[in-house]
Structures are given as C-alpha cells and as structure tokens.
C-alpha cells in the first residue's frame, strides 16, 4: 500500500498517458464505478488540492474515515489470526450509499465526473 501511495505521489492520475490500473466497471460498462477517481482522489490530497479531491469523489473523501477503520480492524484480526468481521449494518449500508452513488454520478448532467488533465 505504501509503495502505492509513493507511486501516486509521483505520478498524476489525472493524465491519460500516466500508467494506471483499468476499472473494469469502465471498461466493461463505460459507467463511472463507486471508486472510480479515488486514484485521482488520493493524488489531489497528497497534493494538498482538497477541492479537486472532492470533484473527482466526494463519496470516497466522505466514506474515508470508515474504509480507513474497516482497514485497521482487517489488519488487526489478521494479526491476531482471528477472521475480521464486519458489523452487518455497516456492511449494507456502504454498499448501498455505493450503489446509490454509481447511479446518481452516472446520471446525464451531473457536474462531478473525474477529472483528467
């Protein structure tokens, strides 16, 4: 994960020729996935460029602090050698806001679409 984080410290995201994993929603769909502009997102922060962050996925800015949780409990169970659990509602409840994110970023006419330089 580190060396990732180094990498898109490095590389901007938001240049088509930069050489970035495919999002097989986007490719196989053509419609913007829940995580889709979360490279670009991370990017923009490390860059200190909140309101690009926020352009290019407000939900995953917003769902950060709950993925950055569900991370350290995965990490700790696994160090314990225990299965992580996550709590059911917590669960259901991000895959529905993803869900509802995906349709509503796919939308004609909605505003905030990844951007790419």
């Not at 898109?8 to 769909?29: E, F, G, T, Y």
Request: glycine share 6%; charged share 15%.
């Amino acid at each position: 994960m580190a060396a990732g984080v180094v990498y898109l410290a490095a590389i901007d995201p938001h240049d088509p020729r930069a050489k970035m994993p495919v999002c097989l929603v986007k490719l196989i769909s053509g419609l913007d996935c829940p995580a889709c502009g979360g490279l670009r997102l991370v990017h923009d922060l490390l860059h200190g460029n909140v309101r690009a962050a926020v352009h290019d996925n407000p939900f995953m800015l917003l769902c950060s602090p709950v993925l950055l949780y569900l991370l350290v409990c995965h990490w700790r169970a696994a160090r314990s050698g225990e299965p992580a659990r996550i709590p059911r509602l917590l669960a259901y409840s991000l895959a529905g806001t993803a869900f509802i994110w995906m349709v509503v970023r796919n939308l004609p006419g909605w505003p905030l679409k990844p951007t790419v330089a």
